[in-house]
């Protein structure tokens, strides 16, 4: 394949990486529990909010390291 058919095919992967990316993000703004999990931290104040979503970034690293290594298997094929 020649340097610019490369090319074409790696903004393909990524326009697609984008909408996945945009739609998993729209989902997760209507969903109320994430940044809401025991093992948050929240501390509220009037006129200020701090929120430290320990345990969401966990799962939230979980569940991609688990979606990165099956798209890495199916793409050594």
């Given at each position: 394949?020649?340097?610019?058919?490369?090319?074409?095919?790696?903004?393909?992967?990524?326009?697609?990486a984008?909408v996945?990316?945009?739609?998993a993000?729209?989902?997760?703004?209507?969903?109320?529990?994430f940044?809401?999990?025991?093992?948050?931290?929240?501390?509220?104040?009037?006129g200020?909010?701090c929120?430290?979503?320990?345990?969401?970034?966990?799962?939230?690293?979980?569940?991609?390291?688990?979606?990165?290594?099956?798209?890495?298997?199916?793409?050594?094929?």
């Open positions: 394949m020649n340097g610019l058919g490369t090319v074409g095919k790696l903004l393909m992967i990524a326009g697609v984008m996945l990316l945009g739609g993000l729209w989902l997760f703004s209507r969903v109320d529990f940044g809401r999990l025991p093992g948050d931290i929240r501390i509220e104040r009037p200020f909010t929120l430290i979503p320990l345990a969401s970034s966990v799962i939230l690293s979980i569940l991609l390291t688990i979606l990165l290594n099956i798209i890495v298997r199916l793409l050594n094929r």
